[in-house]
């Protein structure tokens, strides 16, 4: 007989395409500075996302890093080690 819960525990971890921890990204940031990031700025490489932004943006996105690396790993089910800017 076929086991329905083994089947489904397959998917179970499986992540978010990089496209919505861009998004997500993205909210977070524009409610908490009201900066309108655009997407192409945010690039998601293995745990890490790299962003592309103003130096004054940079600076306010270094003081709330830790709160965003949590709001992410929370709203997405990832674990996201680190936030790098260029």
């Not at 998004?23 to 745990?47: A, F, L, P, T, W």
């Not at 996105?61 to 949590?70: G, P, V």
Request: charged share 35%; glycine share 2%; hydrophobic share 35%.
């Amino acid at each position: 007989m076929f086991n329905l819960s083994s089947y489904l525990d397959k998917f179970k971890n499986i992540v978010p395409h990089d496209r919505v921890i861009r998004e997500k990204c993205r909210e977070y940031i524009e409610k908490q500075i009201g900066y309108n990031m655009d997407k192409s700025q945010i690039k998601v490489q293995g745990e890490s996302i790299l962003m592309q932004a103003p130096a004054v943006i940079k600076h306010e996105l270094e003081r709330m890093k830790e709160d965003l690396l949590k709001h992410i790993n929370q709203d997405t089910k990832t674990i996201i080690k680190s936030i790098r800017f260029y």
